[in-house]
Each structure stands twice: as C-alpha cells, then as structure tokens.
C-alpha cells in the first residue's frame, strides 16, 4: 500500500503516516518542494509534475539521497528551487502547478501544449519571464530562449 503526500499543507503527515501503519506504507511526496523533506521522514520518492520538464535531474537527485550523497541531492534541490516557486505563478490559490509545468514543457520542447482549462490560469509576463529564468539557471534552455538539445524555443 502506497500514499502519495501533498506534504505542503503539514510536513510532518509523512512522518505520522509511517508511524500510524508501522512502516506498513509507503510515502511518496506529491510536491516537488517537499520531496527531500519526505524522504529524509521514510518517504521512497515523488509523483512529480515537474518531472515532465526536469525528470533526468529530478531521478538524479533522488538517487543521489537514496545512495547517501545527501549534501549533492541538497544542492541540487537548490539548484531546482527556483523552477519549483515558478510553477505555482498566478495559480497559487488554488495550488497546481499544471499552467506553468505546461508552459516549461512547451518552452522546452517546442510542442504547443501551454493551453489550460478554466479555472487555471495560462502564464504571462513575469510569470513567463521567470519561468524562462528558472529554466536557464537549470540548463534546460539557453541564454536566448532555445532548448540545448532541439534548438527550439
């Protein structure tokens, strides 16, 4: 049995989960922000959205806590910070990053699939501007906007 831990809301539920059930579930975060937090409570992982986008660093980072390069997972997630709190932009309220993970992967990929449904938000402006950023300071896009690997932009 397995739960997925929206551990945002109260960082230690990981921790009550795994002592409530003696260990008997596994924990797996449901924030991106929060997935070293989870696993440093017993938790084995994330069901991560922004791994459409950063799967290859999100796994290394995971993989580096899991074999006990904590203060390398610690950097990394540093490094990620920034795209994390992009994620939420103007959707904050109502807590999903969909918009803006939809614009990254668009951003990145150059498939146009940054269209949502009401009630979210698409991104605009600033909110682009610092995805576009955050997104640069990863390596996921170049300097001037095109992805490294495609040359889309």
């Known amino acids: 049995m397995a739960v997925k831990d929206e551990a945002g809301i109260n960082p230690l539920q990981c921790s009550e989960y ?5 260990g008997k579930v596994t924990v797996y975060s449901g924030d991106d922000l929060m997935v070293l937090a989870i696993m440093s409570q017993g938790g084995v992982g994330v069901v ?3 791994s459409h986008v950063i799967g290859d660093v999100m796994r290394d980072m995971i993989q580096g806590y ?3 390069r904590t203060a390398e997972a610690t950097a990394t997630f540093r490094k990620l910070y920034s ?5 939420f932009g103007r959707n904050r309220r109502f807590r999903n990053p969909l918009p803006a993970v939809k614009a990254a992967f668009e951003i990145c ?3 146009p699939v940054s269209r949502v449904r009401p009630p979210l938000l698409g991104l605009e402006g600033d909110e682009l501007d610092n995805l576009r950023q955050a997104l640069k300071a990863i390596g996921k896009i170049q300097e001037d906007g095109f992805d490294q690997a495609r040359g889309v932009g």
């Open 18 to 22: 795994i002592r409530a059930t003696g």
């Open 66 to 68: 899991l074999s006990g």
């Open 48 to 50: 991560s959205g922004g």
């Open 109 to 111: 990929s150059g498939l």
């Open 83 to 87: 795209l994390f709190v992009a994620f």
